[in-house]
């Protein structure tokens, strides 16, 4: 802490958090004690060397993006993209044996729309990655959403937790099995989009939506 208190925060994110994860980086924690929590305290930002050498703070609570997200969409953020919806429910069992959950549930349109939320934070320049290890959670999560169609929408949400990125990819390079189902998934029907979010100390402002590729761009060979 500023003065010098050593404390241990809860980490919710528990994937390798690759490009962020740095020793020695600032952080930003949320003083958050109740009685059945083991830790007061809770991990919330680090601060990063982001695209064009500034430093950037980057949301890594995956606990975080659900909330921003039904924020938004729940102030007419994404009605372009999803459409003006009645009601939201968060966590529905779905899928063909109803052991998946899915994010958010819109209905109040013409068919359902079943959301499904990423938290996004591993970066190549200006371009977020996701994921940024093999998951076959994640994996799942896109054939399940495929698995709605077409009776209902199925949507993917990356939710993009630093500035400094304007354009999303999948991660490839550390899972190729799920980009080949992220462009499977889209030209089956599923919708991606990737809001952008900047991270401050006394709040999170939504920065818009970030255009989204079918693969990361090739990255130039050093001195060519």
Known sequence: LADGTEVTAHCANTGPMTGVCQVGAPVRIRHDPAPHRKLAWTWEQIQVRGDGGQPEWVGINTALPNRLLEQAIRQGRMDAQLGACTTIRREVTYGSRKKSRIDLLLDGGERPVYVEIKNTTWSRG?????????????????????????????????????????????????????????RMARTAGVEVYAPRFA??????????LATVLERQPEEPTPGA
Do not use: N
């Not at 977020?128 to 998951?135: G, I, Q, R, S, V």
């Not at 991270?199 to 818009?208: E, K, P, Q, S």
């Open 126 to 182: 200006p371009v977020a990655l996701f994921p940024d290890t093999e998951t076959t959670r994640g994996q799942k999560h896109l054939q399940e959403l495929m698995d709605v169609l077409p009776t209902a929408r199925a949507v993917l949400l990356l939710c993009i937790s630093r500035s400094d990125c304007h354009s999303f990819a999948p991660g490839d390079r550390a899972d190729p099995r799920y980009g080949e189902l992220f």
């Open 199 to 208: 991270h401050r100390l006394d709040g999170v402002d939504w920065c818009g």
